[in-house]
Structure formats: C-alpha cells, structure tokens
C-alpha cells in the first residue's frame, strides 16, 4: 500500500522554535530517510518552497490568468512530503511519527493512502 505523509507548516509555530530546535528537526529527516531507504519503504521526498514564491493560474474566459501567491490565505501550508510503500495503515502511521515534525506541538503529519498513481489503481 502506497501512502502519501505530508508535512503541514506553520510559520507561526516555527518561528517560535529555537534555532537548536529547527535544527534538531531539520537533521532529523536525514535518519528519518535513512530509516525508510533501509526499509524499502521509501519512495520519493520531496520539500516545497515556501507559498510566497508560488502561482496560481485560473482560466478565465478561455484564457490562463496568472496571480503571485498561494491559492488560499492559509496559517499553515503544504511544506513537503514523503511518498512510502508498507504494508498497512498502520505501519505508515508508525513511519509519521517517527518524522521530526511530529514531536513539535502545532505540527503534525498527515497520513493519507494513495488511491490512484500512474493512471492505475493501488489496490
């Protein structure tokens, strides 16, 4: 089973960390992904910048119209993820919260299953 863990970021929360603890969180996904390459249960990770550098297209009247900025005015954002292969909802639970992240209060990983990929179903 394929599952998609996806970090949420909230500035607010993060930037009332320490420096050590950003940085605690951030070594961590090295053995985070060292964990999961061992395993074989990784797939891919991916990090995302940050919503201020993004766009949003919308077609309008037949024609792309592009704005600067996230889609929604949000307090947390799409911060990354990571895409893994187990055996069950459990095990990928148990993946999420051994990601960093989790263990910071106001952050969290979301677990949710991959139900189509690569124009195939999953299960």
Request: proline residues 5%.
């Amino acid at each position: 089973m394929k599952f998609l863990l996806i970090m949420h970021m909230n500035p607010a929360v993060w930037n009332a960390l320490t420096e050590e603890e950003r940085t605690e969180v951030m070594e961590g996904h090295g053995a985070f992904i060292d964990t999961i390459k061992n395993s074989g249960e990784m797939i891919m990770t991916q990090a995302l910048a940050d919503p201020s550098q993004s766009a949003v297209v919308r077609v309008r009247g037949g024609q792309p119209v592009v704005t600067d900025g996230p889609y929604l005015e949000a307090k947390e954002y799409l911060g990354g993820f990571y895409l893994i292969e187990v055996a069950n909802k459990e095990r990928a639970q148990e993946l999420a919260a051994m990601i960093p992240d989790a263990k910071v209060d106001g952050l969290g990983i979301e677990v949710r299953e991959v139900v189509y990929s690569d124009g195939e179903p999953t299960s």
